[in-house]
């Protein structure tokens, strides 16, 4: 469970893109070992949000600090800083020419500095947490996407984050391939994973979340328990996304 300690603290952020406003007056502080479901409807503003606080988006003005320290803009403190944020993508983003445990230890021997076969060890036993380490020695081409999302949580979590983004994880896998990357994602926030997660998938956010945040048109709209989220919405936005899920 959550500590009451804040990890990642985001005040007052902005984001433009020319004259387009992507995000307004974000404000959101995510507690260690806390659970931040972002949900909302399409062009919300739920992946320039997270894509944010790794600074892969550069932001316009307002804060991220992360475990008490601001987030640089570039340099190599930005590079040692955004280590310890972990970030899985829609796309699985794994390099195509290397095995699948190398793909896992290639971050810890570069980044972190370990020998290979320390980075070959840690690499092994987070494969086996998320049900992999048979394919260890394969390509990525060769593996499903399920697969392939694994083995990117996992080579995310071999950098030791002290935080897991997720931007809509599930969104590119075939329908039988989401509920093994996100019975992964329910195991990870069990064992005590700081995580804010991206998803569409409402069963995951009722099931792992701590809290659901509500977006809309690049704002934070509510935020709640997701049983106050998904049973007592108070915004009428909140009221007609969630009436048009439960109508599919």
Known sequence: MSSSEPLVVVENLQKHYGDFQALTDIDLT????????IVGPSGSGKSTLCRSINRLETITSGSIRID????????????????????VFQSFNLFAHLTILENVTLGPIKVRGLSKADAEAEAMELLRRVGVDKQASKLPAQLSGGQQQ??????ALAMQPKVMLFDEPTSALDPEMINEVLDVMVGLAKAGMTMIVVTHEM??????????????????????????????????RAKDFLSKLITK
């Open 150 to 155: 694994r083995v990117a949580i996992a080579r």
């Open 68 to 87: 008490g320290e601001e987030l640089p803009y570039e340099g190599k403190a930005l590079a040692q800083l955004r280590a310890e944020v972990g970030m």
């Open 203 to 236: 069963g995951f956010a009722r099931k792992a979340a701590d809290r659901v945040v509500f977006m809309a048109d690049g704002r934070i709209v509510e935020e709640g328990t997701p049983d106050e989220f998904f049973t007592q919405p108070k915004s009428d």
């Open 30 to 37: 995510v507690k260690r070992g806390e659970v931040v479901v």
